[in-house]
């Protein structure tokens, strides 16, 4: 059983981690050691919480990477005062990672079972700058747009639409991007007056953006 200083020094570890990974935003730096990323894996994960791989969650999805979380925040460059949308909630790890940056935070999970319990989470830790939507991540949440910053958490065969509509003049869009079945690339976009500019990062591995509700779950 890790003791409260054992996770300290995981967690001073793991900041020290993606330092030497190249993460090097002070403000991302913080948010991710303000995150308490045990509360957001299974309970027989707790004492591997810090540890630099992916995890599996509930219906049949992961909690990412902590390095690949901090490597997409950086790139999303969030600013204090930015509206942000995430597609693909998950435990809610990323979200609350982004809610330290952010004004607000909207999140969407197509799994009800998912979205309650990062509900959950993000008020037992008492911030409520984040809502949880149960939708169709490609559909968005148009009617809370647009937004600043959108991340997308799960691999997109092609760029959604629906999201760069929803992306306000200037703002920035981070996904994976690719085929759901080999790796993806992490893409960044940003709405020019021109349109859509694409730069390439790393290559990654996510579960696909499916669309729709989840039908059980």
């Known amino acids: 059983m890790t003791t409260l200083a054992d996770r300290r020094i995981g967690r001073m570890e ?15 730096l913080r948010a991710m050691e303000e995150v308490p990323r045990e509360q957001f894996v299974r309970d027989e994960d707790v004492a591997l919480a ?15 990477q902590p390095y ?5 925040t950086e790139r999303l460059a969030v600013e204090p005062g930015h509206r942000v949308l995430e597609i693909g ?16 935070v909207v999140t969407v999970e197509r ?13 037992a830790l008492g911030w409520d700058n984040i809502a949880v939507v149960v939708g169709d991540g490609l559909a968005g949440v148009p009617e809370r747009g647009p ?16 999201l760069v509509e929803q992306l306000a003049p200037g703002g920035i869009m981070v996904l994976p991007l690719g085929p759901h079945d080999s ?35």
């Open 111 to 123: 799994y009800r079972t998912l979205a309650e319990s990062a509900r959950e989470k993000f008020a």
């Open 183 to 217: 790796a993806q690339i992490i893409v960044r976009l940003t709405k020019a007056p021109n349109g859509l500019v694409r730069e390439n990062f790393i290559a990654v591995r996510f579960v696909p953006l499916l669309p729709g509700k989840a039908r059980e779950l």
């Open 14 to 28: 793991f900041i020290l981690g993606l330092r030497r990974r190249g993460i090097a935003d002070a403000a991302v």
């Open 147 to 162: 937004y600043d910053r959108i991340m997308v958490t799960a691999a997109a065969e092609t760029i959604p639409r629906a």
């Open 89 to 104: 909630t998950g435990s809610g790890y990323q979200a609350a990672v982004l809610s330290r940056l952010a004004a607000s």
């Open 50 to 64: 810090y540890a630099d791989h992916a995890m599996p969650i509930a219906c049949g999805q992961t909690i990412s």
């Open 68 to 72: 690949v979380v901090a490597y997409m």
